[in-house]
């Protein structure tokens, strides 16, 4: 178990819907990613927070939005849903401090599996 | 083409085999190398993360990086069926605050008896 709580496990929801995946990161981390696994991209990753900021950021879509609460965990927003958009959705964190990488190497959740009927 | 390059197999290989599993990449400012091992519907897990150039070894694994030929290994020795999984590569080009990691799309591993 690597301490990051994502949930819900599945999701099946049609197309133009809209949906929100929840993750909690570890204790004591401050950072938290988000990656899309798809089989024929792979891991892609979309955003990153740190500490509430937004601190980076991939191909992510206009219809998809993120963000860090005070408690630190982090909701990822996807809207007007599409066919493509079916994929696993999994949250990483980190300590994120510093310039040393075993302070920032990243622990994945279980993953959402978002399908979109 | 991808900024980060890996045979997607399946490989196949008999318990107690040497494995090697490796990337290619294109982005000189990567430098920090990681290796993720996924079961199938479970998230990925690290095994192992370098810096740089050079040798790691942990138990049955070694991971390598030749920075100037932009290639990175793994070596698994001794493998058992439970290391049948999908491996990950991945690199950053920095360990900070906004070090997104960029993903090989996974060599799929199966040890048989």
């Known amino acids: 178990d690597s301490g990051v709580t994502q949930t819900p496990k599945h999701l099946i929801t049609a197309t133009g819907q809209r949906v929100t995946l929840r993750c909690s990161p570890r204790?004591?981390?401050?950072?938290v990613y988000w990656y899309q696994q798809s089989l024929d991209q792979g891991l892609q990753f979309l955003i990153q927070?740190?500490?509430?900021?937004?601190?980076a950021k991939g191909n992510i879509l206009e219809r998809f939005s993120a963000q860090q609460f005070p408690d630190l965990h982090s909701e990822l927003n996807l809207s007007s849903l599409e066919l493509g958009d079916s994929a696993l959705y999994f949250c990483?964190?980190?300590?994120?401090?510093?310039?040393?990488?075993?302070?920032?190497?990243?622990?994945f959740g279980a993953g959402t599996r978002l399908s979109v009927l | 083409q991808k900024e980060v390059e890996q045979d997607p197999g399946p490989l196949s290989v008999p318990e107690g085999a040497i494995v090697s599993l490796n990337c290619t990449y294109s982005?000189?400012?990567?430098?920090?190398f990681m290796w993720y091992r996924q079961y199938s519907r479970k998230g990925p897990e690290l095994l192992m993360y370098?810096?740089?150039?050079g040798n790691k070894e942990d138990g049955r694994f070694t991971a390598q990086v030749d920075k100037s030929s932009k290639y990175i290994s793994l070596f698994i020795r001794d493998s058992q069926p439970s290391d049948s999984a999908t491996y990950l590569c991945?690199?950053?080009?920095?360990?900070?605050?906004?070090?997104?990691?960029?993903f090989g799309t996974g060599t799929r591993l199966q040890v048989t008896l």
């Open positions: 990483a964190s980190s300590v994120g401090r510093g310039g040393d990488l075993a302070k920032n190497i990243q622990y």
């Open positions: 204790s004591g981390d401050l950072s």
């Open positions: 927070y740190y500490n509430g900021e937004e601190r």
């Open positions: 982005n000189s400012a990567f430098q920090y």
């Open positions: 370098t810096y740089s150039s």
């Open positions: 991945a690199m950053a080009d920095r360990a900070g605050t906004a070090s997104k990691l960029t």
